[in-house]
């Protein structure tokens, strides 16, 4: 969310606050309905489904939507941290962000991966402090 939301609301302390705010919500491309919000805080875990003038259809939309002032986004914090640490953004309700028990790779089994998978996996291991299932 832009400061300049900020200016004019005040600044979400629950996540029911939202529903006071101009949210910018993404459309599934597979159901047509809209993503529920979903919080999580001391073990207490619910969605929100927020209201608001835009309905973006990717993350980069929601992105460029709150970067361009349009209200408030869920956005993955992989995606919006540069944008927080620059400023451009700020981040909102982070006391109630959704656990994250890391990254899941499915692949099928085999006797023997090639040595460029088994690279890849250690990659992404190393990239994403042993995250990867």
């Not at 996540?15 to 919000?37: E, F, K, M």
Request: with cysteine.
């Amino acid at each position: 969310m832009q400061q300049c939301h900020f200016k004019r609301y005040a600044k979400p302390r629950k996540p029911q606050d939202l529903l006071n705010h101009n949210c910018i919500n993404v459309r599934y491309s597979d159901t047509s309905g809209l993503y529920a919000w979903e919080f999580e805080k001391d073990a207490q875990k619910f969605s929100l489904k927020v209201k608001g003038q835009y309905i973006a259809n990717s993350t980069i939309h929601q992105l460029d939507a709150a970067l361009d002032g349009l209200g408030i986004a869920y956005i993955p914090e992989y995606v919006a941290d540069g944008y927080i640490k620059s400023g451009k953004l700020i981040a909102v309700l982070t006391e109630w962000c959704p656990y994250f028990d890391g990254y899941h790779i499915y692949y099928p089994h085999r006797r023997q991966d090639s040595p460029a998978f088994m690279a890849f996996l250690q990659v992404l291991r190393d990239r994403y402090n042993n995250g990867i299932r």
